[in-house]
């Protein structure tokens, strides 16, 4: 019994750590210092969209799960190293400043903290430097915006943050009300 214990916690630490990398991207690296991507999802034409979103994550529309803070472009996704809203700086930022094709947009989304004019002042004027517009919105409103422009083949990226605390609706409440039910219900087949 504690070899298949055994067995069945490797295989959970397995994919765990493979969640973000297995199912978009492979990379190698070659002896020249190159590093190559090949993308393996190549069936979605609008590009990546984001599904839904949790205290732990996203899902994408490719039903890749991204474990904690991403940044997304419209057809690559990565892990963004940054904690909270409050790690947001110059050297978090520079990687939408320094990828080609150049953005267009930048949504920044930070969770469900309180948004200052002095906060969206200091990632305003950063981009503005590299002349890219940027939106710093709630986690929500940034997921809808990202989905939004990406469907209209306009150059953006997305700096997301999962909220601290989810805010349930009517319409989740009720959802959740009827596959509670459909678990009880006997098929006739």
Known sequence: MN???????????SLRRHICTARTLRSTYESDGKTSVTILN????AGLMINSYSQYGFRLNNDMVVLGPMALFSRTVLSWNVESHEDINDASLSLFCAIEPKIDVLVVGIGDQTI??????????????????????GTEQACATFNFLNAENRVVAAALIP???????????MQRQISISKTFEVSDK
Request: proline share 4%; glycine share 4%.
């Open 3 to 13: 070899f298949l214990y055994g067995i069945g916690r490797i295989a959970q630490q």
């Open 42 to 45: 190549k069936e979605a034409d």
């Open 116 to 137: 200052t004019p002095a906060f969206s002042r200091k990632i305003i004027d950063f981009m503005k430097r590299y002349k890219i517009n940027v939106e710093v919105l």
């Open 163 to 173: 909220p601290i605390t989810m805010r349930l609706t009517e319409d989740d409440l």
